[in-house]
């Protein structure tokens, strides 16, 4: 408990050291609470297949190739995870009608139920976070990590 309480003493005399360290704490333990809701549900979903089935979500239409140019991830990964995605029933494809080789992915009833899931858990844990808060104090940290992210940005 100690070593703990130091580390604490040493970020609040050097914090510069250890704001990322602390907002990657923060968004594991999201991200852990979040998808836990997934692994207990109906749907064994990983933080990959949550990746692609978000995507197809917010880009109805796409294809593996517009997801693998956005993503930069390797187009055989890509595509075992779409396969099972279809497998599974949570995207449903169809044929382009000018590319007859692209498949245009789309969320299936049961890919939009996994997503409202989750969009409810995100919901209920941004409330936990900011528990206790003041509207201006989360106005605030908005702009703060803003002002972060447009640093990393320049």
Known sequence: MRKSNDKVNHLEKNPEEGVLDLI??????YR????????????DVTHMEWKVLSYFGHHPGATQSDLA?????????????????RDRGLLDGEADETD???TR??????GQSVQRALQQQAR????KAVQGMQQEEQRELLALLNRLKNNLDA
């Not at 852990?32 to 749907?43: E, M, V």
């Not at 992915?105 to 049961?110: E, F, G, I, K, P």
């Open 69 to 85: 140019r956005k993503t930069g991830r390797d187009k055989a990964q890509l595509a075992r995870l779409i396969k099972g995605l």
């Open 32 to 43: 852990s609470q979040q998808f836990q809701t997934l692994r207990d549900g109906p749907h």
């Open 124 to 127: 209920r844990l941004n409330a």
């Open 100 to 102: 007859r080789r692209n």
């Open 105 to 110: 992915l789309t969320l299936s009833d049961a």
């Open 24 to 29: 990657h704490t923060v968004m594991h333990q």
